[in-house]
T-cell receptor
Framework: DAGVTQSPTHLIKTRGQQVTLRCSPK?????VSWYQQALGQGPQFIFQ???????QRGNFPDRFSGHQFPNYSSELNVNALLLGDSALYLC????????????FGPGTRLTVT | KQEVTQIPAALSVPEGENLVLNCSFT??????LQWFRQDPGKGLTSLLL?????REQTSGRLNASLDKSSGRSTLYIAASQPGDSATYLC??????????FGGGTRLMVKP
């Protein structure tokens, strides 16, 4: 049973550039959530996708956008990168809503120089 | 706005000790609470999920309790081992199925 997968593993970008991160959920899951984790801190919720629509959004600017595909995989896009966007980006999948257990992928380490 | 706090922020213990990690949250209207383990630079591994109607969950040497009314949870680790060294994160799930995390407790178990 494949777990949550993310690509790429590491990424280095320059300020002002744009980046796309990808996530495939655990088999059977239909909901994907994205989190940003700065060094030494707990993860912060960015947004959640269900049925190809953004269902919830945390306190992140519009530079952060996403998409969910019919096969439930998801992309996170960040435009006009800032140094402060450097972080570990985590994807989590779950089944439906209602507080079900969330399973995390290995993350993508983004460094903005 | 839900806020989650974990105490202590760091903990160093000798191998074999039993230990308790603490988690508190400000809004008791939660669906459930989840404990995770994170190794350096890695993703999160789910350890235990406690439904809001439950008081505790056990998995091997781990036992997590939940007191929703007081906004507290504890993670008890029995007979700690060097392999338990990691950061432990507590997160609550509220409306909208989003996780709100604490800052974590960095655990070091010395041989």
């Amino acid at each position: 049973d494949a777990g949550v997968t993310q690509s790429p593993t590491h990424l280095i970008k320059t300020r002002g550039q744009q980046v796309t991160l990808r996530c495939s959920p655990k088999s059977g899951h239909d909901t994907v959530s994205w989190y940003q984790q700065a060094l030494g801190q707990g993860p912060q919720f960015i947004f959640q996708y269900y049925e190809e629509e953004e269902r919830q959004r945390g306190n992140f600017p519009d530079r952060f956008s996403g998409h969910q595909f019919p096969n439930y995989s998801s992309e996170l896009n960040v435009n006009a990168l800032l140094l402060g966007d450097s972080a570990l980006y985590l994807c989590a999948s779950s089944l439906g809503g209602g507080g079900n257990e969330q399973y995390f992928g290995p993350g993508t380490r983004l460094t903005v120089t | 706005k839900q806020e989650v706090t974990q105490i202590p922020a760091a903990l160093s213990v000798p191998e074999g000790e039993n230990l308790v990690l603490n988690c508190s949250f400000t809004d008791s209207a939660i669906y459930n609470l989840q404990w995770f383990r994170q190794d350096p630079g890695k993703g999160l591994t789910s350890l235990l999920l406690i439904q809001s109607s439950q008081r505790e969950q056990t998995s091997g040497r781990l036992n997590a309790s939940l007191d929703k009314s007081s906004g507290r949870s504890t993670l008890y680790i029995a007979a700690s081992q060097p392999g338990d060294s990691a950061t432990y994160l507590c997160a609550v799930i509220g409306a909208g199925n989003m996780l709100t995390f604490g800052g974590g407790t960095r655990l070091m178990v010395k041989p």
